[in-house]
């Protein structure tokens, strides 16, 4: 059965290729950077990750690349368009579109080791595997996405999303599919009262726990009995958002929309039998609420393993957290011959697919740069973007950098960043997951 109604359904062709004409012109199209002279070089590369970040840059070097060794370590057969969970969970998409083959975008002279990582030796340029083998390397680029980690809400796991009302799209897409079953058993069951959550540190997809909300009012809306429902949303912020403009529109529309904000909160612990949550407040107390439905949203952080070696940053905002980066070269602040890209670095903002099609380019060049003897000369501005749902069927397309929200053009002269429309909508369910997958094969 598809499960598929979204608005977007009923465009028509003309419609569509309006806007893929302005999509041509696009920047977030763009194909900067794909002229670059070919380097001829013996370097051993080792990339950890084969998400986002790690396959757009398999695709990148081995075309710019000639002799190079390029290892890529993914333990996943399958990979899976993230952005598209949040429809997933909301009903509007079905969780096979989410899903292709690694094979479809692996290049051919690229090395595919299956075994995960679980050390990294900076000072001796060493990777281990889990089954003990090692990787040598001249230049390594971390691209192995984030850490979720559930275990830090007393109570709750991964395993639990899809019983006892609770939903967290983030755990997987199998989870994403279980939030949507949750969602909807909680509509069905006629009212009752439901939590969305936020955690105390950096999340991939900001946006994600706002949509999560939005699309449950929107499905709730459609059933005709919003009195039934009450919606409480806990952030331990002051803010809804990191852009101040978008936090304060969010703060309005959610107080229009009758859904309770709570600042200063954070899920600390969860009793799934008795569907019961308790979040800790700014001064240390703790206060217990019960749920019919609660979408949780885990405390995020590098993997353990990454953690554990050197490459981790010592100190300031992301000690002990995130990958040790400049942020704006890429490359790391100790040991040159790495570079990040992705959901594991530490910086301000930046977890998204956004990013790492803008981070991908600056990764590339400042690595061509390090086999050449030179300085890092490409800077990655922090670009990022988020299709902010704030309905079934409306969007926003917000866009971003490290220095401010509006020093960008928008990518789309026909989408006013600043207001909610059914285009940026079309363009997170139909236009954007196109040229996600062509940002993998390194043509964007
Ligand atoms: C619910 C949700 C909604 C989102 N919505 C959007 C959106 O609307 N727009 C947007 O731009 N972005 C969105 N994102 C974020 C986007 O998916 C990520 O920012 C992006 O995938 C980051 O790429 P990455 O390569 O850093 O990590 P990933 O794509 O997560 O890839 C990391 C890879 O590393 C591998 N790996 C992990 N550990 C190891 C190990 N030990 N050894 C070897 N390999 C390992 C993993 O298997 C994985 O394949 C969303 C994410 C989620 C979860």
Redesign the pocket.
């Known amino acids: 059965m598809t499960r598929q109604h979204s608005p977007a359904g009923q465009l028509d062709r003309r419609q569509l290729l309006k806007l893929g004409a302005g999509l041509g012109a696009a920047s977030f199209f763009s194909a900067a950077n794909l002229q670059a002279k070919t380097i001829a070089t013996r370097a051993r590369i080792v990339i950890?990750?084969?998400?986002?970040?790690?396959?757009a840059m398999a695709n990148r070097l081995s075309q710019r690349l000639d002799g190079a060794s390029i290892t890529i370590?993914?333990?996943?057969e399958r990979?899976?368009?993230?952005?598209?969970?949040?429809l997933v969970?909301s009903g509007v998409w079905n969780p096979e579109r989410t899903v292709r083959a690694n094979t479809d975008f692996l290049p051919r002279r690229v090395d595919w080791t299956r075994t995960?990582?679980?050390g990294i030796d900076a000072e001796q340029h060493r990777v281990t595997l889990a089954d003990a083998s090692t990787l040598d390397y001249d230049i390594l680029i971390v691209?192995?996405?984030?850490q979720l980690n559930y275990h830090l809400i007393d109570g709750m796991s991964p395993e639990l999303v899809g019983d006892h009302g609770i939903g967290s799209?983030?755990a997987s897409l199998e989870a994403?599919t279980r939030t949507r079953d949750a969602i909807d058993a909680w509509i069905a069951g006629g009212g009752g009262q439901g939590l969305f959550t936020t955690p105390p540190t950096a999340i991939?997809?900001a946006?994600?726990p706002i949509?999560m909300a939005f699309t449950t009012l929107s499905r709730i809306k459609a059933v005709e009995r919003r009195d039934a429902f009450a919606m409480d949303y806990f952030t331990p912020s002051d803010g809804m958002f990191s852009q101040p403009w978008i936090s304060d529109f969010l703060k309005q529309r959610f107080d229009r929309e009758g859904i309770t904000r709570h600042h200063g909160q954070h899920l600390s612990a969860i009793d799934p039998g008795a569907r019961q949550a308790e979040f800790t407040l700014r001064d240390g107390s703790t206060e217990v609420r019960d749920f019919d439905f609660i979408h949780v949203v885990p405390p995020m952080s590098a993997?353990d393993?990454v953690k554990a070696s050197d490459l981790i940053a010592k100190q300031g905002p992301f000690a002990g957290e995130w990958l040790d980066v400049d942020i704006h070269t890429l490359q790391h602040n100790r040991y040159p011959e790495v570079f990040g890209?992705?959901?594991?670095i530490g910086a301000p903002i930046n977890?998204?697919?956004?990013?790492?099609?803008a981070q991908a380019p600056v990764v590339e060049a400042n690595l061509v740069a390090h086999l050449q003897d030179q300085p890092p000369s490409a800077r990655h501005d922090g670009y990022?973007?988020?299709?902010l749902i704030t309905d079934i069927g409306k969007a926003m397309l917000v866009e971003f950098g490290y220095d401010n929200d509006l020093a960008f053009l928008p990518s789309f002269s026909f989408i006013d960043p600043k207001e909610e429309s059914w285009a940026a909508w079309v363009l997170?369910d139909y236009l954007?997951q196109p040229a996600?997958y062509a940002m993998l094969e390194g043509r964007i």
């Open positions: 950890l990750g084969g998400g986002a970040g790690g396959m370590v993914e333990p996943r990979h899976h368009y993230q952005p598209g969970w949040t969970a995960p990582a679980v691209a192995t996405g984030l799209v983030y994403a991939k997809c946006g994600a949509k993997p393993f890209i992705g959901d594991v977890k998204t697919g956004a990013s790492v099609k990022t973007s988020c299709p997170k954007l996600y």
